[in-house]
């Protein structure tokens, strides 16, 4: 393989790509207005985690000298890149809640004030209500060159420039709108049939004379930045979770790496702002009137319409059987989340903690619900006098606090809790029931983490089996969890760092030596990021061989389609009510078809600086079971996008038939289970 001759996207472009097909579900006319409400929220919350985490990195990098993989001017194109194509996406953005949310909500005779001052039937309680609830908790402060004033992320404030009545000296003056005390949108009095809000911005625009007597106010306008809050944390140190608690505090003083301006601002006004506080051009973000629009999410809606979700599936298997040991002892259980009921995770380890032949229950945690009832049943069986060891991965970023608080409450339960591997997360997501006296053991095996509250939003696949090859090798994997070994041999399991990378290259060239005999070679891949340069070095080389790829990738792709490397490959993203999370790999091999069901994607943390891993499906009827459902996505023509060779995502549509998967699976699920498997 020549490597120079191939292309790739770059990730964080290619972020913003899936970013931007979120943006397009807020813009579809066909969902219910607060669906499209809550898009707009996803995307603009997705983009807050994106500036503090990524572009503060690239900053970092930059002011470092930090070039690793390209040069100094090739970082700074990258930033321009980025803030060029956010830019685009503002403005969309801008558009879509101005011509389209606004004027539907407005349909629904929900009205928000928006660029205008209340109306006469209103401006008695605006008033009212500014100066009981709002007034008391404002402290403006004067904007000066030289005087250093803090500005804190992802708050939200307003500047105000006006003119002393007397003297007509101007003044520019910061006012942090008091969200911790205050509602974002404000509930006034319903009108001639009409429910009226108002953001709390323009409820402290309109009193602004009163804030500032004496004073002629001649513009307001809103500001917010985003700061580095990615952490580096030496878990090497025996006192990790001390340093943990201690660097995620300074998150909210971290490195500027975004400063979002409202776009009405006068360019001289932007100026001093920006030479007082030290902003540079490459910092600058411009945004509109209305900023901090994921919290559109918390807007009221008093019609109650909203997207309806389906509600999970029993397993009338799993039911009927009444023992969810007995049950799998008969057979593997594949359980799908969320159209299943997340409650089956619960019972088994609820029956584990009560049943007398149950010895010990390991379970690995990634990212932990609050008030967890996961984290109940552990306490519970430990306090049952079972030996229970839980893996907390301390470094999940933005719940390392919750990790930590979770972790000491076992502990304290009488919980064993191993922390975070040096240099290492570990992202795989398993559990295993050991019992005494020669019983059955069970493992459960899951590409998304034991977490109850994202199971109702996050589409997953579990594995619960008692076959003892799958139990012994993720014993195997605690082990090494464990630092009891450390060179262990997985024959069944794909582990990153051990076998996962070999093995994935094996099965790829084995589809290409099909080709090469006159067979045909094909491969499905679902995952949510595709960007180690290894694997499409891999999938480019086996197109070129005649193997017919499918790629189903939810997020970053950096994979380029169209080209004559890569004629063969097709890439899917889908974005609809369910978050797809489950990672599938499909492998024809000659017809035997190959199938593991994994936690990790193919990016360069997951493969080589993760402990992740991948389990096979062994069973007939669970694997056509788990490749019909990958089908079925291949056939989505309502949400499903082909992105093209420059990033777009170009809609798969067919109105004579029409194909919404996560629908069609539902109804898969259901019909596959009132069949009676």
């Not at 970082?75 to 321009?80: I, N």
């Amino acid at each position: 393989m020549e490597e120079m001759k191939y292309k790739y996207f770059k990730r964080d472009v290619s972020w913003l790509s899936f970013n931007y097909r979120v943006l397009l579900e807020a813009d579809d006319p066909s969902l219910p207005v607060y669906e499209r409400i809550r898009f707009l929220s996803i995307y603009a919350s997705n983009l807050e985690e994106f500036y503090e985490v990524r572009v503060s990195e690239h900053r970092g990098d930059i002011m470092k000298k930090n070039y690793i993989d390209e040069s100094a001017e090739t970082s700074e194109e990258r930033l321009e890149n980025i803030t060029r194509e956010v830019n685009r996406q503002q403005r969309d953005f801008y558009r879509i809640f101005s011509e389209g949310i606004l004027p539907e909500l407005q349909r629904q005779q929900i009205f928000l004030y928006r660029d205008s001052e209340p109306e006469a039937f209103h401006r008695d309680f605006v008033r009212s209500f500014f100066n009981e609830e709002v007034f008391p908790f404002l402290s403006p402060v004067t904007i000066q060159k030289g005087v250093k004033t803090f500005i804190r992320d992802r708050r939200l404030y307003l500047t105000v420039n006006m003119r002393n009545r007397q003297t007509a000296e101007p003044y520019y003056v910061l006012i942090k709108i008091p969200f911790s005390k205050v509602p974002r949108f404000v509930s006034l009095p319903s009108h001639a049939g009409m429910y009226y809000y108002m953001f709390v911005d323009d409820i402290i625009r309109a009193n602004l004379p009163a804030v500032f007597p004496g004073y002629h106010v001649e513009g307001c306008y809103s500001i917010k930045i985003s700061r580095d809050s990615d952490i580096y944390i030496d878990d090497g140190k025996p006192e990790i979770v001390n340093e943990i608690r201690t660097k995620v505090g300074k998150r909210k003083i971290g490195a500027l790496s975004r400063f979002m301006y409202d776009r009405a601002m006068p360019e001289e006004m932007l100026a001093y702002i920006c030479g007082s506080f030290g902003i540079g051009a490459d910092d600058l973000i411009v945004g509109g009137r209305y900023m901090n629009l994921q919290d559109l999410i918390r807007l009221p809606n008093p019609a109650g319409v909203v997207q309806k979700t389906p509600p999970p599936m029993r397993v009338p298997y799993l039911d009927e059987t009444g023992s969810i040991f007995r049950a799998v002892m008969q057979r593997d259980v594949l359980l799908h989340f969320p159209y299943q009921s997340f409650d089956y995770l619960l019972r088994f380890l609820m029956e584990a903690s009560f049943d007398p032949e149950v010895e010990e229950i390991k379970i690995t945690q990634y990212r932990v619900a609050e008030n967890s009832a996961v984290i109940n049943s552990l306490v519970s069986a430990a306090r049952n006098g079972k030996k229970v060891t839980v893996f907390v991965e301390l470094k999940a970023r933005f719940d390392e606090e919750n990790n930590v608080s979770t972790a000491e409450r076992m502990e304290q339960a009488g919980i064993r809790i191993i922390y975070s591997i040096p240099g290492l997360k570990v992202h795989a997501k398993v559990a295993v029931i050991l019992r005494n006296g020669g019983h059955a053991d069970f493992a459960y095996l899951s590409t998304g983490n034991f977490n109850e509250k994202t199971a109702r939003i996050y589409s997953d696949m579990a594995l619960l089996t008692s076959r003892k090859d799958l139990i012994e090798e993720v014993n195997l994997l605690f082990s090494v969890l464990e630092r009891r070994t450390e060179n262990p041999v997985f024959k069944h399991l794909l582990v990153a760092r051990f076998n996962m990378t070999q093995e994935i290259m094996r099965m790829i060239a084995r589809e290409i030596a099909h080709v090469r005999q006159g067979g045909r070679g094909y491969i499905i891949l679902k995952m949510n990021g595709l960007h180690d340069k290894q694997m499409i070095d891999a999938l480019y080389h086996a197109s070129e061989n005649g193997v017919e790829i499918d790629l189903i990738v939810r997020g970053i792709c950096c994979l380029v389609p169209g080209q004559p490397y890569s004629k063969n490959i097709r890439i899917t993203r889908i974005v609809d009510m369910f978050l797809e999370h489950a990672r599938v790999w499909y492998f024809y091999n000659g017809g035997a078809e190959d199938l593991y069901l994994t936690s990790a994607d193919w990016l360069r943390r997951n493969l080589n600086r993760r402990i992740e891993s991948a389990f096979p499906v062994l069973c007939p009827k669970i694997k056509k079971e788990v490749t019909d459902i990958l089908k079925i996505q291949l056939q989505d023509n309502v949400k499903a996008c082909m992105l093209d060779e420059h990033l777009n995502n170009v809609f798969k549509r067919n109105s004579a038939h029409p194909v919404r998967a996560q629908q069609a699976i539902y109804d898969y699920i259901k019909a596959m289970d009132s069949s009676g498997f």
